[in-house]
């Protein structure tokens, strides 16, 4: 069974950097896109950026482009999810999941909640 | 880019009853259309993809219908379990993953 583990919530004040992390189960890990989605408090779903554990491809929504960076480690099958710059904007929840038939996620970390306040 | 607009943005129902959702691109997104479950603290679930299909472990009651610009997710009977949040998805132009709607809320 695929499985997707979260890092813990975190909290960080303006300006402070953050990575967080999805690791996964199984050597499927890295045959399959790995999505970063962010969700607001009490807003939608959106997708951040897609990354390819198995060579470390990656692909930026344009929002999001320049605003964060998506990594993978193989080795530990474990995605990454990184601010050089926090805002208080950037407060959310952040999703990790595996793309399926390229473009659909079909299973899903428990999410890893970030609070940027000062 | 394309926008996906839901419909309605709340529906109160009561169990038992048959829940109709609405999902509407802005152009045409062919067969490529997902749907979501969001529960309250939960992680979203896939219910739906490419239209019609259920996902692993999705009961019969959830069905996906609809072409082109036009989609459905129809809940035949309400369970408890199913008041929650639903989102629409489509497919951009590979490797960019497509919009999501901005969500139904299913209440009782």
């Known amino acids: 069974e695929v499985q997707l583990v979260q890092s813990g919530a975190e909290v960080k004040k303006p300006g402070e950097a953050l990575k967080i992390s999805c690791k996964g189960s199984?050597?499927?890990?890295?045959?399959?896109?790995i999505g970063w989605v962010r969700q607001k408090p009490g807003q939608g779903l959106e997708w951040m950026g897609i990354?390819?554990?198995?060579?470390?491809?990656?692909r930026y929504s344009p929002a999001f482009r320049g605003q964060v960076t998506i990594s993978a480690d193989r080795s530990v099958t474990t995605a990454y999810l990184q601010w050089s710059s926090l805002k208080a904007s950037d407060t959310a929840i952040y999703y990790c999941?595996?793309?399926?038939?390229?473009?659909?996620?079909?299973?899903w970390g428990q999410g890893t909640l970030v609070t940027v306040s000062s | 880019e394309i926008v996906l607009t839901q419909s309605p943005a709340t529906l109160s129902l009561s169990p038992g009853e048959r829940a109709t959702l609405s999902c509407r691109a802005s152009?045409?997104?062919?067969?490529?259309l997902a749907w979501y479950q969001q529960r309250p603290g939960q992680a979203p679930r896939l219910l739906i993809f490419d239209v019609s299909n259920r996902a692993t472990g999705i009961p019969a009651r959830f069905s996906g219908s609809g072409s082109g610009t036009d989609f459905t997710l129809t809940i035949s009977s309400l369970e408890p379990e199913d008041f929650a949040v639903y989102y629409c998805?489509?497919?951009?132009?590979?490797?960019?993953?497509?919009?999501f709607g901005q969500g139904t809320k299913v209440e009782i």
């Open positions: 999941a595996r793309v399926y038939g390229d473009y659909a996620l079909d299973h």
């Open positions: 990354i390819y554990p198995g060579d470390s491809n990656t």
């Open positions: 152009q045409s997104v062919r067969s490529s």
């Open positions: 998805q489509q497919r951009n132009n590979w490797p960019l993953l497509g919009t």
């Open positions: 199984g050597q499927s890990f890295t045959r399959h896109w």
